[in-house]
């Protein structure tokens, strides 16, 4: 089996998982990632046959040799008053994000762009939801590379409204209210970089090397001010940012 048929039928496999109620087995041993590059690779198969473009990626700064980096999906990518997910966990699962939207091409090329380029195409920043499904099995005993090359658990984006680009470029921290009902949920919330724009440099840089163009339009979040949080479904939630923004949306199980 050559490399490419190898990543082409992970990428493959993986895609069938993306469904309603998914709790997988690990890939077949032929199939699995052996390292980043490999996984990088499967995801890049995906892109190819996935029936939509990419509308967005997920990243941060690497750390303990890992590497965070998954594209999502345009067709996942949501806005307004609902918001549609599989179910994972009994709970609709989220992870409240800051999304940066780009205002203009960032072409593939062998050399770094500097930070005063990729400042430039960022264009206006908004509050999000990054929506989680794991779809391995808790004891299917995945690796990383596996997880990567699954897209690190996302299923979907939810943007919300748009906030102020300086306050978003500089939120480090944000205290977070999540309100169901009576059941009201607060964190005092830190983003896992110094500061939440940061790993942008990174990814542009990085992907581009990889022939990654970014294109216009593209919302990039960069990590979760409250890790996964655990929602119920049907309810109007209301989602406060502090000092920054709140809007009001239902989530649906798909």
């Not at 050559?2 to 493959?12: E, H, Q, R």
């Not at 990518?77 to 999304?99: R, Y």
Request: hydrophobic content about 40%; aromatic content about 10%; charged content about 20%.
């Amino acid at each position: 089996m050559t490399y490419n048929t190898k990543f082409a039928l992970a990428a493959t496999e993986l895609l069938k998982r993306r469904v309603k109620g998914t709790k997988a087995r690990r890939l077949n041993i032929n199939l699995r990632p052996q390292n980043i590059d490999d996984a990088l690779n499967i995801q890049s198969q995906m892109v190819e046959q996935y029936d939509g473009t990419v509308g967005g990626w997920k990243c941060l700064l690497p750390f303990d040799d890992k590497i965070i980096v998954a594209p999502i999906f345009s067709n996942t990518i949501q806005n307004g008053p609902e918001c549609k997910l599989f179910k994972d966990q009994g709970a609709a699962l989220i992870e409240p994000e800051i999304a940066f939207i780009l205002n203009k091409n960032l072409p593939a090329k062998d050399t770094d762009y500097s930070e005063d380029e990729i400042n430039s195409a960022i264009g206006n920043c908004h509050m999000a939801l990054e929506l989680i499904q794991s779809r391995f099995a808790d004891d299917s005993g995945a690796e990383f590379p596996e997880i990567v090359a699954d897209l690190i658990v996302n299923q979907g984006l939810f943007i919300g409204p748009e906030i102020d680009r300086d306050q978003a470029f500089s939120a480090s921290h944000i205290n977070l209210t999540i309100s169901q009902g009576d059941n009201i949920q607060t964190f005092e919330g830190a983003h896992p970089n110094p500061l939440p724009h940061l790993p942008i440099y990174w990814l542009v840089n990085f992907m581009s090397k990889r022939g990654v163009t970014f294109k216009k339009g593209d919302a990039i979040i960069t990590g979760s001010y409250a890790g996964v949080v655990a929602l119920k479904f049907n309810i109007e939630t209301t989602i406060s940012y502090e000092n920054i923004g709140e809007y009001k949306v239902t989530f649906l199980e798909d």
